[in-house]
């Protein structure tokens, strides 16, 4: 279950120290959602590397990354997405990203990264696909 604001968010023991947050769940189908919140630079995103990469460990048949509350995306965060999405299709995984927000896909537009991932505009089209 999601908090309801950032402020439960920071207060929570077991949130992570980092400045992103990483929530995971499954559909009964087997997908699984990754909903990233924060900012995905080199400084804060180690705990999205980790989740990520397990995700594609397990294997599911689609790992979906929703990013409608991530407010920033350099590089680094780039270069995380583009090799969970290498690692998803060597494993077999479907791979799509949900809800990118207008900081994230200026980084995909900018660099032409939009057209090697499957963009959709919420979770449950990228689930629908």
């Known amino acids: 279950m999601r908090p309801e604001n950032d402020q439960e968010t920071a207060e929570q ?7 992103v947050a990483v929530e995971v ?7 699984a959602v990754c909903s990233v919140a924060g900012d995905l630079d080199i400084e804060m995103m180690e705990p999205a590397e980790r989740v990520l990469a397990a995700l594609v460990d397990q ?11 991530v407010g920033f995306c350099d590089s680094s965060g ?3 997405l583009l090799r969970t999405r ?7 995984v479907g791979f799509r990203l949900a809800a ?4 994230v896909m200026r980084v995909l537009e900018l660099t032409g990264a ?16």
């Open 13 to 19: 023991p077991d949130a992570p120290l980092a400045g």
């Open 25 to 31: 769940r499954r559909t009964e189908a087997g997908a």
């Open 59 to 69: 294997r599911p048949p689609l790992l979906v990354v929703a990013l409608e509350e």
């Open 78 to 80: 780039l270069n995380l």
């Open 86 to 92: 290498a690692s998803a299709e060597a494993a077999g």
């Open 100 to 103: 990118v927000p207008p900081a």
């Open 114 to 129: 939009e057209s090697v991932f499957s963009l959709h505009p919420t979770v449950e089209e990228a689930l629908a696909v």
